[in-house]
């Protein structure tokens, strides 16, 4: 069981490229959700799905796109990256019952120059 | 939506003391409310949780508090330890299957 994975764990980009951070989970959760961490701002909520094919909108979604083909996968996609999207990003999925708990992933360090 | 309020953002106490870390949501349908507690270069983790029908729970040397009519919730640490230093954060959501909003965090420092 390994919980959430995310790959890759430390990424540099250009500004204007585009990439996807990876999120899988083997928990069989239906709730998924992609936070970004920067410093004392917490954990920001990007985008969060409730199961395959339902997708929606956190605090802070814009120039980031996901989409949810199965339970298992939930892929987040910066569409032309800019320097305020250097963050550390956590892809977290949480438990049906309570305590509801989510379980974080190793998180992916981004930097764009 | 839901907003959430954290307070103090740095604390710093001797071993042996007790931290308080106060939040407080903006959404009255909010009726679940957990702490996680992230330390340095690590995924932050679930250290306790209090759902609305509850006023305290405790679980050994952490307590919280939730005064719903305020809407103010606290994490309370006592006999504080050197391993209690990390940031931990407060959260409010509505049900499982809703999204869970952050607070800021609050960097805990304990001095041996």
């Known amino acids: 069981n390994a919980g959430v994975t995310q790959t890759p764990k430390f990424q540099v980009l250009k500004t204007g490229q585009s990439m996807t951070l990876q999120c899988a989970q083997d928990m069989n959760h239906e709730y998924m959700s992609w936070y970004r961490q920067d410093p004392g701002m917490g954990l920001r909520l990007i985008h969060y799905s409730v199961g395959a094919g339902i997708t929606d909108q956190g605090e802070v979604p814009n120039g980031y796109n996901v989409s949810r083909s199965t339970t298992e996968d939930f892929p987040l996609r910066l569409l032309s990256a800019a320097p305020s999207q250097t963050s550390v990003y956590f892809c977290?999925?949480?438990?049906?019952?309570?305590?509801?708990?989510?379980?974080f992933g190793p998180g992916t360090r981004l930097t764009v120059t | 939506g839901e907003n959430v309020e954290q307070h103090p953002s740095t604390l710093s106490v001797q071993e042996g003391d007790s931290a308080v870390i106060k939040c407080t949501y903006s959404d009255s349908a909010s009726n679940y409310f957990p702490w996680y507690k992230q330390e340095l270069g690590k995924r932050p983790q679930l250290i306790i949780d209090?759902?609305?029908?509850?006023g305290e729970k405790k679980d050994q040397r952490i307590a919280v508090t939730l005064n719903k009519t305020a809407k103010h919730f606290s994490l309370h640490i006592t006999e504080t330890q050197p391993e209690d230093s990390a940031v931990y954060f407060c959260a409010a959501m509505k049900t499982s299957y809703d999204k869970v909003i952050f607070g800021p965090g609050t960097s805990l420092s304990v001095i041996p």
């Open positions: 209090i759902r609305s029908n509850v």
């Open positions: 977290a999925s949480t438990k049906p019952e309570a305590p509801y708990e989510q379980y």
